[in-house]
């Protein structure tokens, strides 16, 4: 059974920065994506970034230009560098990775870490 385990949630001023890791217990090049989601209260689950096996990424169009997302294959580790941060990035932020399966009827494969809380206050 995969797991992944963030850290590096806390409380931060806007403006400030963060940066948010999750170690997975499988090789970084078992999942065919990894990334990061975040949830307000009150509101649905979003992606904010995510990192595509063959090297693409993709940021959701309110971070873009301020967080980055990263991956250190050697420690199965990825990480979510955030600058700039605002209010409005309050939210439990979760790692996410994901297999496509193709044997059989097709699928995707998610797992999920347990979230870290992030807020930004002054």
């Known amino acids: 059974q995969v797991q992944l385990v963030e850290s590096g949630g806390g409380l931060v001023q806007p403006g400030g920065s963060l940066r948010l890791s999750c170690a997975a217990s499988?090789?970084?090049?078992?999942?065919?994506?990894m990334g990061w989601y975040r949830q307000a209260p009150g509101k649905q689950r979003e992606l904010v970034a995510a990192s595509i096996s063959g090297g693409s990424t993709n940021y959701a169009d309110f971070v873009k230009g301020r967080f980055t997302i990263s991956i250190d294959n050697a420690k199965n580790t990825v990480y979510l560098q955030m600058n700039s941060l605002k209010p409005e990035g309050t939210a439990v932020y979760y790692c996410?990775?994901?297999?496509?399966?193709?044997?059989?009827?097709?699928?995707?494969?998610?797992?999920w870490g347990q979230g870290t809380q992030v807020t930004v206050s002054s």
């Open positions: 499988a090789s970084i090049f078992s999942f065919d994506a």
């Open positions: 996410n990775a994901y297999q496509l399966i193709n044997q059989g009827l097709p699928r995707r494969v998610d797992y």
